[in-house]
């Protein structure tokens, strides 16, 4: 089950990153938020280092976004493509 759930969290990503930009925040939100859960399970049922491999992949994949929200964070106003 973790395997068909990786696989398919990873072809979502990829869908998603093909779509225009406009279209891309509420999918690519929610898979967002559903990655801390499926790192989790990977090193639940793997092991750490799996989910060390998954974070990384996770931060390859998702690098603007979590610029972006790190920026917010900061306090900074990071111009939005249109």
């Known amino acids: ?33 559903a990655a801390p859960v499926l790192i989790w399970w990977i090193a639940a049922t793997v092991a750490w280092w799996a989910a060390v491999l998954a974070v990384c992949a996770f931060i390859s994949m998702y690098r603007n976004p979590l610029r972006y929200f790190w920026a917010r964070f900061k306090g900074e106003q990071p111009e939005i493509p249109k």
């Open 1 to 33: 089950m973790l395997l068909w759930a990786s696989i398919f969290w990873v072809l979502a990503s990829a869908l998603v990153a093909m779509l225009p930009m406009r279209y891309q925040y509420v999918p690519g939100v929610t898979l967002m938020l």
